[in-house]
C-alpha cells in the first residue's frame, strides 16, 4: 500500500481531473496549459490558471475564428430573403 502523502497528491490529481471533466474542460491539454504558464504566472492571479478560465480562453479563441457573418443560399444566389 502506498504512503499517506502519496494517497493526498493522488486526491489532489483526482480533484484537478475531475474538475476540468465538470467544466467540460480536457484534463490532458488544461495540465499542458497549466504547466505552459505556471512558473512565470503570479501566485496571486492563480485563478487565471484553473479548469473554468481555460475553458473561457478556449471558447474565445473559437469564437473568433467562426465567421462573422453566415449567408444562406437564397443570400448567395442573389434571391430576396423570406421572412
Do not use: F
Amino acid at each position: 500500500m502506498g504512503s499517506e502523502a502519496g494517497g493526498k497528491s493522488a486526491a489532489i490529481a483526482y480533484t484537478l481531473i475531475e474538475t476540468c471533466k465538470l467544466n467540460r474542460v480536457n484534463p490532458e491539454a488544461w495540465l499542458a496549459w497549466v504547466l505552459e504558464r505556471i512558473q512565470d504566472h503570479p501566485a496571486n492571479r492563480i485563478n487565471e490558471l484553473l479548469p473554468w478560465a481555460y475553458q473561457a480562453i478556449i471558447e474565445e479563441h473559437k469564437a473568433e475564428a467562426e465567421p462573422k457573418t453566415t449567408l444562406d443560399h437564397a443570400q448567395l444566389s442573389g434571391s430576396p430573403t423570406r421572412r
